[in-house]
Nanobody, 120 residues
Framework: QVQLVESGGGLVQPGGSLRLSCAAS????????MGWYRQAPGKQRELVAA???????NYLHSVKGRFTISRDNAKNTVYLQMNSLKPEDTAVYYC??????????????WGQGTQVTVSS
């Protein structure tokens, strides 16, 4: 069993900041990549940012320069620092982990989602 537990969402005014955290726990052997996706009402889920075990990062074009993804491999935790938030960043944010379990199975796991609302 593997669990991803997210925290840090909430309501923030435009221009404000939030930091999301996602901790993976359970029968994990190793984690390749971790990332954050988001889904706004009526829209498809999209990749916001991802980071490999080696620290390589990838960002959605619209968040470059505003969001920063980081990772603590020892804690199996990924963070998303979101600055200069805009109303269009409003969505449910989901954590994702591409990992190998202790039974040698590679699989994608998802968190339960955390709501981020940017509004005045």
């Amino acid at each position: 069993q593997v669990q991803l537990v997210e925290s840090g969402g909430g309501l923030v005014q435009p221009g404000g900041s939030l930091r999301l955290s996602c901790a993976a726990s359970g029968s994990i052997f190793s984690i390749y990549a971790m990332g954050w996706y988001r889904q706004a009402p009526g829209k498809q889920r999209e990749l916001v940012a991802a980071i490999t075990s080696g620290g390589n990062t990838n960002y959605l074009h619209s968040v470059k320069g505003r969001f920063t993804i980081s990772r603590d491999n020892a804690k199996n935790t990924v963070y998303l620092q979101m600055n200069s938030l805009k109303p269009e960043d409003t969505a449910v944010y989901y954590c994702n982990a591409d990992l190998i379990t202790s039974t040698n199975m590679r699989h994608d796991y998802w968190g339960q989602g955390t709501q981020v609302t940017v509004s005045s």
